[in-house]
């Protein structure tokens, strides 16, 4: 498919052809002259040509001894990463100085150079505030290595667990620009790039973070670059991240990856692992450990991590926690979509604690966890009829909220969350009495 002639040499253009079955992975809302076309008019292909010349996103190709001087013959100094399909190392180009890092992937189940080469040069043009992004490739001989930008602040993974002493943990507005940052790339991958593209490997060790610690979505699209015939390289083993389906017979969908966000949401929420065997047993998987406080959410403030000292609006705690449930149900039917986890997220990041919820998020930011097929929110008018009484009532306790001198910060476990009788709780008095006021009318 002559969709990137721009990437590619003169004596490679002729073998163009080959490629024409390969999917393409693209926004999908790129504008016409962006989008690949299969046409043979020499003026249409130098038009092409000139757009993706001008697309920021547009992919070198290095030699195999560039990428060895970059990264010193790819010494152990350099090493900053390694996993199941490769390593990564960080190196600086000779031509430029750009500092950059180096996935040097396993040989094992590689495509042919052109393949890979056509694929990475199709994730290039995939443009996200919250994608790592491609600056190029080698595939010289049994080569395959991809070169990306430069994430200064390093893995999530760096900022959530066994901080040494002087390092400040993250605060909960940050957390919570993680998730919403984290969510978005996510929601990009799924519905905006054709075909869509799943994830399969999301963990905090995949998420890399800037120096404003905005989350990018390292690895997309690995899962095609690196595979033997029709499977997975990366095996379903358990990790902690992975869906149930998936971890049983290998099935994957974009549900699949809203269970690792859920767990990922997790992570920032608590402060654990999902999978840290120094814990006891009932507390070594994180999914495990969370799923009987789900079902009471007077406890969810003990789940906070105990670095944030208690420096967090309660109920924004409690509704991201709920999120976090919905995300990790069982069937992936009751699981919801990216989109919507993002629109939830992104009103708990920017709403101030006063602010009604709006009737499309009540399903998901209701803190009460459901079985049963989730209602995206094209369905979301119509499935919450029966939670607009609570809804409504807790708008009122957040509007009281408003009244208090503590900032958003300062509130402490027990303001929201404790049970108590009717008459000890005002909220479950207003909802009988409102009931109670309902049912007068109706009889009349």
């Not at 994957?252 to 767990?263: E, H, I, Q, R, T």
């Not at 039917?333 to 990216?338: C, G, V």
């Not at 408003?402 to 008459?423: I, L």
């Amino acid at each position: 498919m002559s969709c990137l002639p721009c990437f590619q040499s003169n004596d490679e253009s002729a073998d163009d052809n080959k490629n024409d079955d390969l999917p393409v992975a693209q926004p999908k809302d790129l504008p016409p002259s962006a989008a690949p076309v299969n046409n043979n008019s020499s003026q249409d292909t130098s038009a092409n040509t000139s757009n993706a010349a001008e697309n920021e996103s547009a992919v070198k190709t290095f030699t195999f001894r560039e990428l060895a001087m970059a990264t010193k013959n790819f010494r152990q100094e350099c090493l900053i990463g390694e996993g199941g399909i490769g390593r990564i190392f960080k190196g600086t180009l000779g031509s430029s100085g750009q500092i950059v890092a180096v996935r040097q992937l396993d040989r094992n189940g590689v495509q042919g150079s052109k393949e890979f080469g056509a694929e990475v040069s199709r994730l290039s043009l995939l443009q996200h505030p919250n994608l790592v992004k491609i600056i190029g490739y080698c595939a010289d001989g049994e080569q395959r290595i991809l070169v990306y930008e430069y994430m200064q602040s390093g893995p999530l993974m760096n900022h959530l667990f066994d901080l040494p002493a002087e390092k400040k943990p993250l605060d909960w507005t940050t957390r919570m620009k993680i998730a919403v940052g984290v969510a978005e790339g996510l929601e990009y991958l799924h519905e905006k790039v054709d075909p869509p593209i799943i994830y399969c490997d999301l963990k905090s060790s995949n998420i890399l973070l800037d120096e404003a610690k905005n989350p990018r979505l390292s690895q997309y699209g690995l899962s095609k670059l690196v595979q033997s015939g029709n499977k997975m390289h990366v095996a379903p083993t358990g990790n902690g991240y992975y869906a149930p389906e998936y971890e049983r017979t290998g099935e994957l969908s974009p549900k699949s990856d809203v269970y690792s966000f859920g767990v990922i949401l997790l992570e920032l929420i608590s402060g654990r692992k999902a999978l840290d065997t120094s814990r006891p047993a009932d507390e070594q998987s994180l999914v495990n450990w969370a799923q009987p406080i789900f079902k009471d959410q007077s406890k969810f403030p003990q789940m906070a991590d105990p670095l944030l000292k208690e420096a967090f609006p309660v109920t924004s705690l409690n509704q991201a926690v709920g999120v976090a449930a919905m995300c990790l149900q069982e069937e992936p039917a009751a699981r919801p979509l990216i989109n919507d986890v993002s629109a939830a997220l992104s009103f708990l990041a920017m709403a101030r604690p006063e602010a009604p919820i709006p009737a499309h998020l009540v399903p998901i930011l209701s803190s009460r966890v459901k079985t049963g097929k989730y209602p995206s929110t094209k369905e979301g008018l119509n499935s919450v009829s029966e939670q607009d009484n609570t809804s409504d009532i807790e708008d009122e306790d957040r509007g009281r909220c408003s009244h208090d001198d503590k900032s958003s910060s300062d509130y402490e476990y027990g303001d929201s969350s404790e049970e108590g009788s009717d008459d000890d709780n005002p909220k479950q008095s207003r909802l009988k009495s409102r009931k109670s006021k309902k049912s007068g009318e109706d009889k009349k």
